[in-house]
């Protein structure tokens, strides 16, 4: 693996698609052993657009779960329109989440704002249950909410790409993970 410039920034290999694919594994047998012990038998994985899509995917053909199902929710932010700066707004969170046992599938989860609020919208709808699983939590960024349920790899508080995440909509398509090179 080598190097990868993006924006003008240098990244360096992180974690491997290899290394990615044994935590999907985990994080399955995980969440299906849970569903198991808690008789849950058509859990909702909402996945959260677009940097968990290639995770979600991944994780969501990993599990054996015979009745699982998928949707796809994506957070849509405007800037300028309050003095903190940004109001998010979910957009395809359908009523079906109601009485629902939902795994929130997102990509990272950094100040915990989004999953938090995501938490709270959801908790509106009157699901069963909701948990989440992140591929990657950074822990020393965490300023609102607790750690996700299921955790991929925990990680410091460094920015990185590839795998679904980005650089201003760049590098969601590298199968590895890449982090910022420090010089
Ligand atoms: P939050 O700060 O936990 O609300 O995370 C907000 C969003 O920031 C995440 O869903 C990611 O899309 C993005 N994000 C956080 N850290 C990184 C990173 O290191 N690389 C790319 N995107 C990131
Ligand atoms: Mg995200």
Same mark, same amino acid.
């Given at each position: 693996?080598e190097e990868?410039?993006?924006?003008?920034?240098?990244f360096e290999?992180?974690?491997?698609?290899e290394?990615?694919?044994e935590?999907?594994?985990?994080?399955? +047998?995980e969440?299906e052993r849970?569903?198991?012990?808690?008789g849950?038998?058509?859990?909702?994985?909402l996945?959260v657009?677009?940097?968990?899509f290639?995770?979600?995917?991944?994780l969501? +053909?990993?599990? /054996?779960i015979?009745?699982?199902?998928?949707?796809?929710?994506?957070? @849509?932010?405007?800037?300028?329109?309050?003095s903190s700066?940004?109001?998010n707004?979910?957009?395809?969170l359908?009523e079906? %989440?109601?009485?629902?046992?939902? *795994?929130?599938?997102?990509?990272?989860v950094?100040t915990?704002?989004?999953?938090?609020q995501? +938490?709270a919208?959801?908790?509106?709808?009157n699901?069963?249950k %909701?948990?989440?699983?992140? #591929?990657?939590?950074?822990p020393?960024s *965490?300023?609102?909410?607790?750690?996700?349920?299921?955790?991929?790899?925990?990680i410091?508080?460094?920015?990185?790409?590839?795998?679904g #995440? =980005? #650089? =201003?909509?760049?590098?969601r /398509?590298?199968?590895?993970?890449?982090? #910022? @090179?420090?010089d």
């Amino acid at each position: 693996m080598e190097e990868v410039t993006y924006g003008g920034l240098t990244f360096e290999p992180y974690i491997t698609r290899e290394k990615i694919m044994e935590q999907v594994k985990r994080l399955a +047998r995980e969440i299906e052993r849970d569903c198991e012990r808690e008789g849950e038998q058509s859990p909702l994985f909402l996945c959260v657009l677009t940097g968990a899509f290639m995770f979600g995917t991944d994780l969501f +053909r990993e599990c /054996n779960i015979h009745d699982a199902e998928i949707a796809f929710i994506r957070f @849509k932010s405007y800037e300028g329109t309050s003095s903190s700066g940004v109001i998010n707004e979910v957009m395809g969170l359908s009523e079906d %989440v109601e009485g629902r046992y939902v *795994i929130i599938v997102e990509d990272i989860v950094d100040t915990g704002v989004t999953a938090d609020q995501l +938490r709270a919208m959801l908790a509106k709808k009157n699901p069963k249950k %909701v948990k989440m699983v992140s #591929l990657l939590f950074k822990p020393e960024s *965490i300023t609102v909410g607790e750690r996700p349920e299921y955790v991929g790899f925990e990680i410091p508080s460094k920015f990185i790409l590839g795998y679904g #995440l =980005d #650089l =201003d909509g760049k590098a969601r /398509n590298l199968n590895d993970i890449y982090v #910022l @090179k420090k010089d």
